[in-house]
């Protein structure tokens, strides 16, 4: 009987030594295993959104190579080619036009710089237009010109201050515009 259980511990003692022998080597194996698999998600997950942002890209796409779409009478302003002679004759122009009435817009100094660009990589220029109004109302009409849908260049105003005590009579305004275009 002896015999017998000591081939039994030792038994005992070998499918103990092998089992720590397999948990030594195959100890990282689940480990990593979680970690691919984790990895496997998340890449899952990267590839379905960015396929949904194709997706909505080719949409916005086919709807611009629309012709007449609203998105592109929308970005129109920007996708054009602009000189500085385009828009002094531009701001010109129409204070002509104005002025062929009773009303008057005197354009005094016209500076352009157009060195930037964009955070949405469109170029940026800046145009600073100082001009005499006969009066408010051809004053808001002339803003109304400029920063209209219509128009024929989109301009922002930033930044906008005129001495509001002088309804009518000559209003000295200095308007910041700017343009984004390509």
Known sequence: ???????????????LASFFVLLFFTKNIYSDMQ???????????EVKQKQDTLARLNELKNSLN???SELTDDIAGFTGVFSDADIIEYIYSYARDVNL???????????LTSDSISD???KKALINVSAVVSWEKVLFSFIDK???????YRFYITDFNYPMNESSGNIQANIPLTLYYK
């Open 101 to 111: 009435g009773d009303d008057r817009i005197i354009i005094r100094d016209i500076s």
């Open 146 to 152: 400029l920063t209209g849908k219509w128009s024929t």
């Open 35 to 45: 970690v691919q698999l984790d990895t496997r998600e998340q890449n899952t997950l």
């Open 66 to 68: 629309k012709e007449g």
């Open 1 to 15: 009987m002896k015999q017998y259980t000591q081939n039994n511990f030792l038994s005992y003692l070998l499918i």
């Open 120 to 122: 949405l990589g469109f």
